[in-house]
Each structure stands twice: as structure tokens, then as C-alpha cells.
């Protein structure tokens, strides 16, 4: 049987996500998203979306150095406690080992990012995640004109 692109197969649902991508991070800070963004795909092992936000995490900023440390990131001395704390927290709604979060990992995030940022966070690890399996169920691949540009 072929495979299903449900991108294409569901257009609608397509748009939803696209939208709730782009509401889901106003008010957060452009470097902490895009640093949650790839770490989630990378969790996920989503090459596609890792590639892309790769890329969108140089624009924002994050030099390569750090970047390449992410995948280690509670052993790098190089990420704020903003940055540790939204890690944190992705982490924990990525790959939950007993289901909800630690109430000292909200706690901390909310401290450091504000109530509402805690909220935009939660959102687009939600939508980074959703991302995530639609690009593993299609084998999704970046083109050659999205792969990430060395810097």
C-alpha cells in the first residue's frame, strides 16, 4: 500500500498546525524557541526539522559551538538558566517518564520566563513535537535549498 502524505491528504489540518506554529511562540524569546525547537527534533530524531531548526538557531544567534553542545546540554556551561530551564522542560513534555512535569521543573521555568512565556513554551514543544511525526511518518528530507548553510 503507498504511504499516506497527510500533509497533502489533509490540507486543513496542515493550516491548523502552521497556525498554531506561528501563535504558538509570540511572546517567547526567538533564541530560547528556536533552541527548544531543535533540541525537541532532536529528541525526536527528526532530521528534517533538526536541519531546518539547525539553521534557525545560527540565525538566532546561538553560535555553532553552542549549538553542537546541545544534545549534552546539562554537562555545557554554555546555556543560561533560561535556556537550562526550557531544556528542562521540553525535555520532560517530550519524553515523559511519569507523566506530568515535576512541579519544581514548572516552577523554575516559570520563574525565569514568566507565566506567559511558560505557556507559549509549552505550545511550540506541543506543535515542535507534532512537526516531529509528521516529517517521521513521511521520511521527510530537506531539499537542497533548506539544508542549513555553513557558517
Known amino acids: 500500500m503507498p504511504q499516506v502524505n497527510p500533509t497533502a491528504a489533509a490540507p486543513d489540518a496542515l493550516q491548523a498546525l502552521t497556525e498554531l506554529t506561528r501563535v504558538s511562540a509570540e511572546g517567547l524569546a526567538p533564541e530560547i524557541a528556536e533552541l527548544v525547537r531543535l533540541h525537541v527534533s532532536q529528541m525526536n530524531g527528526c532530521a528534517y526539522c533538526t536541519a531546518l531548526h ?6 538566532a544567534g546561538h553560535p555553532p559551538l553552542k549549538l553542537a553542545a546541545l544534545p549534552q546540554w546539562p554537562d555545557s556551561p554554555d546555556f543560561t538558566p533560561a535556556e537550562r530551564a526550557a531544556l ?12 506530568a512535569v515535576p512541579a519544581a521543573v514548572h516552577a523554575e521555568v516559570t ?8 505557556a507559549r513554551l509549552i505550545w511550540t514543544v506541543a506543535a515542535t513535537n507534532a512537526w516531529n511525526r509528521i516529517g517521521i511518518a513521511t521520511a521527510t528530507r530537506p531539499t537542497e535549498a533548506e539544508e542549513p548553510r555553513a557558517n
Open 54 to 59: 539547525h539553521d534557525a538557531a545560527l540565525a
Open 111 to 118: 520563574t525565569l520566563l514568566g507565566p506567559e512565556a511558560t
Open 88 to 99: 528542562d522542560l521540553a525535555r520532560h513534555l517530550t519524553r515523559p517518564a511519569d507523566g
